[in-house]
Every structure is written in C-alpha cells, then in structure tokens.
C-alpha cells in the first residue's frame, strides 16, 4: 500500500569501516566518542546494519543494499545526504560540506535506479561544491511530499541559493527557520528535529529561535493536515525526531531507533500509533556517528520498470 509520503523501497549503504566522522565532528553536536577500538566500532556497525535491513525486510520493505569498502567514507551509512528520488521520475544529486563525505556518492545508485525504476531526469548539484556550498538533501531538509514543503534550518549543510534552485526544479515551497539546542549550538540538520508523516510531524518546536517562524511552521504543517507532536530537546538527543515513515503491504509504519522509540512518552507513542505502528531499530553504534534510522534510509519515489516479458 504505497503512500505518497511514505516509500515502500529503500537504498540502504552497508559501512564496512564505519566510525564517527572526525571530519563532521565541529558542527554535529549529535556524534558521540567511544573508547572501542575502530575495528570493534566496525563490527559492531555492521551487525547493527544487517540486523536493520532484515527487520526492515521482514517488516515488508524492498531494501537495495549497497556494500562500501571505501577506505575514507566513514558516514556512507547515511546516504539520503546525497540523494533524494521524486515522484514523475526525478532524481536529485547534492553537494556535500565535509570532503570525506563528497566521496560517498555512488553512480551505480544511480544506474541501479535507472535500470529498475522510470527515471526522467538526474539533476546534478554536486557540482557546486567547488564554490564551497552544500545541500546535505533530505538530511538538510525534511520534504514533505504530499504538501510540497521543504522544512529547511539554516546551516552550513543547506545553502539558500542552492535549496531556492532545488525547490524551482522539485517544485516545493522552501520553509526556512533557525534552530539551536539549549546550549546555542546550531542544529545541524533538519531530519535531526523533525519528521513528516502522512498524518502527523515530529517535531521540537522550542528548539526554533523565532517565535513567529515556529508558528509559522505550526501552521504550515496543520494546514497540510498533519497533527502536531512536539517533542522535547531531551527526546532531539535521543534521535527522536530522526525517524521515517515506511510503506509495507497492509499499510503504513514509523521507523525509528530503539533509543528514540524510548524516549516516548506514553501518550506520543499512542498518538503515533493511532495513525502507524512502530518498528525500533537498534542501532546505537551508528548513532554515535550524529545520525540514526532516518540518516540510514534513502527513499526511492520512483515507478517500478516492469519486469521483463511484462506487459507496459
């Protein structure tokens, strides 16, 4: 039962030398040190990964699994930074802020995608970065498909000039807000405050400076039919807000971590559940890269070819 909002197909890229970025480290107050070794870091990464796909799997997800045996790709577990797919068949490459994770694009995502799905057109940013600029995709903004709005806080990770040319070609309304944690510190990444769902946003309203942008936001996201759960900046650390909405054969769930899943109260969890079950995903290695469930999962929007022999 596809959903419009909610994919029923993933890209997922499985980390063989997975550790926390050092080179990400300055402005990602999510990432975390560990006093493992890196090849224990690694192992346990990749377990955390496996175990994943197949509960993703089980769940009834279509995952395509990509294997990196890069040697300096250390954030490659997180590919919906440098690409996103879109219904009508369009596809969307981003330039990245850190170097290391320039290197993580793939094109033969991109040719799997063109093989198996009804591919249009690929635009192409990447490009951009030898200005300096970047639009970390739907890491730096949360779209929500059905409202054709990109939720997008201001950051390095999401160049303006860059995020009005994408929403000119995707045709969305850029929503634009800044955000900080209770230290001051600039959240990074939208997908890291909150989520869209078909029928309801996670989101921390008081992590928005400006009052007036977060009632904005508020509005935006009723007007599109969403109920609004707000979430607290406890609930941001724990990757609460970090999660995503899944298609599977009977309907429709929320993927999120074990640790996010956690950190719910009662009444969130029956909220959300009122709308969509919910499947945690234990993944707390990977979590001490900045990034959780969401960061993991690349949306595919796209129209199956037919198989071949197949009827048109």
């Not at 945690?280 to 993991?296: D, K, N, Q, Y």
């Amino acid at each position: 039962m596809q959903s419009i909002q909610a994919p029923s197909t993933v890209v997922m890229i499985r980390p063989h030398r997975f550790q926390s970025n050092p080179e990400t480290r300055e402005d990602n107050a999510f990432q975390s040190e560990t006093n493992r070794t890196s090849e224990q870091v690694a192992a346990s990464a990749l377990a955390e990964f496996d175990a994943a796909v197949d509960a993703l799997r089980e769940a009834g997800i279509t995952v395509h699994v990509f294997d990196d045996e890069g040697e300096d790709t250390p954030d490659s577990v997180f590919p919906n930074n440098w690409f996103s797919t879109h219904a009508g068949g369009h596809v969307a490459v981003y330039p990245m802020f850190a170097p290391n994770r320039q290197r993580e694009r793939r094109w033969d995502v991109v040719d799997m995608l063109k093989q198996n799905y009804r591919v249009q057109d690929v635009i192409d940013y990447s490009g951009l970065e030898q200005d300096g600029l970047a639009l970390e995709g739907t890491g730096a903004m949360v779209l929500d498909h059905i409202g054709r709005v990109a939720y997008t806080i201001q950051s390095n990770r999401a160049d303006p000039v860059i995020l009005e040319r994408f929403c000119t070609n995707f045709n969305f309304e850029p929503m634009v807000f800044k955000a900080a944690d209770a230290n001051g510190t600039a959240i990074y990444h939208t997908n890291v405050l909150m989520t869209v769902a078909t029928n309801y946003a996670l989101i921390c309203l008081d992590m928005i400076i400006d009052p007036s942008r977060r009632q904005a936001v508020v509005d935006r996201l009723e007007e599109t039919g969403r109920d609004v759960i707000a979430l607290t900046p406890a609930q941001i650390a724990e990757f609460a807000g970090n999660a995503m909405e899944l298609s599977d054969h009977d309907g429709r769930f929320l993927a999120l971590s074990a640790r996010a899943h956690a950190s719910l109260t009662p009444d969130q969890c029956a909220h959300i559940e009122a709308s969509t079950p919910m499947l945690p995903l234990s993944i707390p290695t990977i979590e001490t890269a900045g990034g959780s469930v969401r960061c993991m999962l690349a949306g595919i929007h796209l129209a199956r070819r037919p198989e071949q022999g197949t009827p048109l």
